[in-house]
């Protein structure tokens, strides 16, 4: 039977990327600021973590869910020189512990919150709109399943 708290795992998503050092601005490593509750304002360079679908009972007799998170990577205002730079950095793979999609596949299941947790791709890339301001930045689908 599947059974498991969504807020838990949003937590933990927030968890798994706070503070790390992804991104180099002007020479310097800046950490992300991660919010799993939709806030107004954010800090770039921000990760906002929105949960976005749920199918339940995906096999007979509760045996599993799915549900999906979308974060949005937010990096700098859109009028800003280098964020297009800085975000294909971020999107890109290897240097584990440094790209965002490496640093979820260190721990696909939550800390055993989920049975697996995998970024599929993304949304939207370029020009994001969160709270009234442009920010270049993505959209990147994370798909889970709890069984």
Aim: without cysteine.
């Amino acid at each position: 039977m599947a059974d498991y708290d969504l807020n838990e795992i949003a937590d933990a998503l927030e968890s798994r990327f706070s503070g790390v050092a992804m991104f180099k601005v002007d020479g310097v490593d800046v950490p992300l600021n991660v919010v799993s509750e939709v806030e107004g304002q954010v800090v770039p360079p921000a990760m906002v973590i929105i949960f976005d679908d749920l199918d339940w009972d995906l096999t007979f007799a509760r045996g599993s869910d799915a549900f999906t998170f979308v974060i949005s990577v937010l990096l700098r205002s859109a009028d800003s020189g280098g964020g297009q730079r800085i975000l294909r950095t971020a999107l890109s793979t290897g240097g584990v512990g440094t790209k965002i999609k490496d640093i979820l596949e260190q721990d696909t299941t939550l800390g055993g919150l989920v049975s697996h947790a995998v970024m599929t791709g993304t949304r939207r890339i370029g020009v994001i709109q969160y709270s009234g301001l442009e920010y270049i930045g993505a959209d990147i689908v994370i798909e889970m399943v709890a069984q």
